[in-house]
């Protein structure tokens, strides 16, 4: 594992790793914002039928007398089952008998109305603009609002499959700067999309591109930072989430028209893929494949912006050889799909960690894509779930560093189940608890999130480390396409979608506790690397207990 002693010579903790920080995580807070977006974009405002009566001025003209709006409303809309008007039925004349004091709902039948065949009217009073109302994605439609979010759920699967073995074929840089440029082309291209289909296209093309940056931006900080440091570097990262959240919050309360809010979190990506060319591609997987002389220009180019000119011209092609020769003979073995799961200590690993990232999406986006149904106001509860995620966060990287990855992994995961789990006891009368509980729920997912992007980057090698994130993100994509899906339970028991919403990340978290511990180790460059670190620690745990007797002795 010489990569890391050269990593401390050209410094793992300076300018680079600083603006390198900056640079990669701001796209990380607009980045959620594409991911939060369809709370806002696609909210369903209230709506009715469209009736002559009510929006036709000419046929407003010819009513008798003088009618106020509600008495005409009475006579067109029947009401609906919350004894509000109805959202999807109109007359097909209009009810006179209806404005009788004596008159009730049962003067008329169900042969008596008709769907909405002339459209519907939208409340404007939240949003001006919603896809919903652009598509009308209401009554026999309404299935089309959550098909777009898996459609977008589905290319962040997709995406997480394809850039995770592309980066670690191309390398993460290049990706990522494919990734950015993508988003920025399919996110401005859906704000002007024609059609609903079109739109759905367009959504998967960015939640493929979001599924590469987030993979690239954890590994380059990951792979470019000390060990000291590195759960710092990581806990930064999973914070601009939490930012983005409030990010969203605050720009969708300030746009609220859905085109012109999809423009507005997409153009910024044209920056950032201009800026992209200056980051430094990862030169620990540059010397792992062989690339010598590009992985020694871009440790001198490190080390020039850390300020150690000395080490800048110390570095050398048989400096480099001699230090990792045996990282460069076994790097260059072939390493597959195949080897996460055959080879000795991975197979465990790689199942473990899978199912915790599958916890993470099914509970998260199970929550967090339905807001309105938490029956609050969407843009405070959105901003609130980013506040307190940051002080859990926070809080995680304390726990890292004091107790570990492991325990705090589990910890993380059991506490936000049991949190999901605690709201089917409270009554639905008692909404703020629902709601605080809730928030608590997915700040402890948010902390797990950040525990396992540490944890996944720490547990396999470098030649399969991208690939095994990918399929993380995959498992992570798949439990959140999964997680808007257990709502539909609700018609059995209101209770039941947050027991299953519960139970999965306290199973998960308690199954966690099976992996072995990486606090302080440094980054294992191949599969060698990480069998040597089980022989290590099953030796030292082997003597472990002959040094207290000799010393007892």
């Not at 209230?46 to 001025?57: A, I, K, M, Q, T």
């Not at 459609?151 to 670690?168: E, F, K, N, P, T």
């Not at 800048?312 to 080897?339: F, I, K």
Request: neutral net charge; contains cysteine.
């Amino acid at each position: 594992m010489a990569f890391s002693e050269l990593l401390d010579r050209v410094g793992g903790l300076g300018r680079f790793q600083i603006l390198q920080m900056v640079a990669l995580v701001v796209p990380i807070m607009w980045l959620t914002t594409q991911s939060m977006l369809e709370n806002f974009s696609a909210a369903v405002p209230s709506h009715r039928c469209w009736v002559p009566l009510l929006d036709n001025s000419t046929d407003q003209a010819s009513v008798p007398g003088t009618l106020s709006p509600e008495d005409l409303l009475t006579v067109s809309i029947p009401l609906g089952p919350n004894h509000e008007p109805h959202q999807c039925l109109r007359f097909r004349q209009p009810q006179w008998q209806l404005l009788d004091p004596n008159a009730t709902a049962t003067n008329w039948s169900e042969a008596a109305t008709e769907p909405c065949v002339d459209g519907w009217v939208y409340d404007n009073s939240t949003f001006t603009s919603t896809i919903v109302a652009k598509w009308d994605l209401v009554c026999d439609s309404h299935a089309l609002k959550p098909m777009a979010q898996s459609i977008y759920l589905s290319g962040m699967l997709v995406g997480a499959a394809v850039c995770g073995r592309a980066s670690d074929r191309f390398g993460r840089r290049l990706v990522l700067t494919w990734n950015y440029l993508q988003m920025a082309m399919s996110g401005t291209a859906a704000a002007f999309a024609p059609t609903f289909p079109v739109y759905c296209l367009f959504r998967f093309l960015v939640a493929f591109a979001v599924a590469g940056v987030m993979m690239n931006t954890g590994t380059l900080l990951m792979e470019w930072t000390s060990t000291r440091a590195r759960a710092l570097a990581m806990t930064l990262n999973t914070l601009g989430f939490s930012f983005g959240q409030v990010l969203m919050a605050t720009v969708a309360y300030g746009v609220r028209d859905w085109a012109l809010l999809q423009l507005v979190i997409s153009v910024p990506f044209f920056l950032c893929f201009v800026y992209s060319w200056w980051l430094a591609e990862s030169a620990r997987w540059l010397l792992i494949t062989g690339r010598l002389e590009q992985g020694l220009r871009e440790l001198r180019r490190v080390a020039a912006i850390n300020r150690k000119g000395a080490v800048e011209d110390s570095l050398t092609t048989e400096v480099l050889l001699s230090a990792m020769q045996e990282e460069l003979s076994a790097g260059q073995a072939p390493s597959s799909l195949n080897a996460l799961f055959c080879m000795p200590r991975l197979g465990l690993r790689t199942c473990i960690s899978t199912l915790c990232w599958f916890a993470f999406g099914f509970t998260f986006y199970g929550l967090a894509l339905d807001l309105q149904a938490l029956g609050s106001n969407i843009f405070l509860l959105q901003a609130l779930i980013g506040v307190v995620d940051i002080p859990a966060k926070i809080g995680t990287l304390l726990l890292l560093s004091r107790l570990g990855r492991r325990p705090t992994q589990a910890v993380s995961l059991v506490l936000s189940g049991l949190c999901i789990l605690a709201n089917t006891l409270v009554p639905y009368e008692m909404g703020a608890l629902r709601s605080a509980l809730a928030v608590l729920g997915l700040a402890g997912v948010g902390a797990a999130f950040t525990c396992i992007s540490i944890f996944t980057g720490e547990l396999f090698p470098t030649v399969l480390r991208m690939t095994a994130v990918g399929l993380g993100q995959m498992a992570a994509r798949g439990g959140a396409i999964l997680g808007p899906l257990v709502r539909l339970l609700g018609v059995h028991g209101h209770s039941l979608p947050l027991l299953v919403y519960g139970a999965v990340p306290v199973l998960s978290g308690l199954v966690a506790l099976l992996l072995p511990e990486t606090q302080s180790l440094p980054l294992p460059d191949t599969i060698q690397d990480v069998q040597n670190q089980a022989i290590k620690k099953a030796t030292q745990s082997t003597l472990g207990p002959m040094v207290l007797k000799s010393t007892h002795l």
